[in-house]
């Protein structure tokens, strides 16, 4: 609870393919709830407005395309690639939509409440790592038992890894404990329009050999 705001290391359980959709339970709840509430309560609060209500009982899914016929002649549709896992629509129409079946964790690191300088956020280090087996799990570990060797070694007296962080750079934590640097490593995603592109090409045929190897 409030782990991205208050943990040093924030262990957030996630998935990375589509929502699920139950065309059955979806017609029951709209039943039910009714448009006004569909609006109001799913539709509109979706943080990145990626659910939109179609005017269609034709539901097209896609690659990164959830879609569910809700009645005779409207629909929602969910774009996966936007979706920022919050959960809110999935507790609001819980079974007629439901989490990926490809789960694991994102890890962040550095949340903390103030003490020497103000309240921090946890930053992404892992965007995902599956939990499957016991290797998953003994990765999970292993990266929680650099980070605190890492800051026996290098944090100042009463600070925190957020603090440690702030102090002598993300990148530098990073090569401490042996994460590769990676684009989806965000702090406040969506809000800074300005992006580096100096060594762009390099980095990307970095990420790219990544990707190609897994």
Known sequence: MNSIQRADMAVIGTWR???????TLARKWFDKHGMTELV????????????MLKETKDVCQGAKISAVAVNDTNSLEIDN?????CMHCIN??????????????????????????????????????????EEDYEALVE????????????????????????????????EGIGLEIDPSMVSTPRTNPYVRTDGWDDEVAKINARKAAA
């Open 92 to 133: 609001v129409m819980t079974g007629a939509l439901g989490t990926g079946v490809d789960k694991g964790a994102t890890i962040l690191m550095g949340g903390k409440r103030t003490l020497k300088i103000g309240d921090l956020m946890g930053t992404v280090v892992v965007p995902f790592l599956p939990l499957k087996n």
């Open 81 to 85: 690639g936007n979706c920022v896992r």
């Open 40 to 51: 109001n309560d799913v539709v509109s609060r979706c943080p990145t407005k990626a659910i």
């Open 143 to 174: 990266i929680a038992q650099k980070s605190i060797d890492f800051f026996a070694e290098n944090a100042l007296e009463h600070e925190r890894t957020g603090e440690m962080i702030e102090r002598i750079g993300l990148i530098n934590f990073l």
């Open 17 to 23: 393919d589509n929502i699920r959709t139950d065309e």
